[in-house]
């Protein structure tokens, strides 16, 4: 069964940083576009960043320059490496897979981990 397993998240000060990781588990993540979305109480989801198979990346226009996605696959695993943390960008984090190209929109994705939280408070 395929499994996407979120890590990393946590409590953080406004200007802090964290690295999120998506492992996948009897699914190769080569040939696929992973996507990181977030999920704050009482809102939707919405994309944050995207990586393609051939390296693409794509961001949310509130994260541009504070965040950085990254895939190794080697390792199977996905990152957002996440800067300058504010506390608007506390949710629920969550990867998914879906087939290139990226996209931001939750259409099109079929995997999807169980999420981590992230909170950005002082």
């Known amino acids: 069964q395929v499994q996407l397993v979120e890590s990393g998240g946590g409590l953080v000060q406004p200007g802090g940083s964290l690295r999120l990781s998506c492992a996948a588990s009897?699914?190769?993540?080569?040939?696929?576009?992973i996507g990181w979305f977030r999920q704050a109480p009482g809102k939707e989801r919405e994309g944050v960043s995207c990586?393609?198979?051939?390296?693409?990346?794509y961001y949310v226009d509130s994260v541009k320059g504070r965040f950085t996605i990254s895939r190794d696959n080697a390792k199977n695993t996905v990152y957002l490496q996440m800067n300058s943390l504010k506390p608007e960008d506390t949710a629920v984090y969550y990867c998914a897979t879906r087939n290139p190209p990226c996209g931001l929109g939750i259409i099109f994705y079929d995997y999807w981990g169980q999420g981590t939280q992230v909170t950005v408070s002082s």
């Open positions: 990586i393609s198979n051939d390296g693409s990346t």
């Open positions: 009897k699914f190769n993540l080569d040939n696929y576009a």
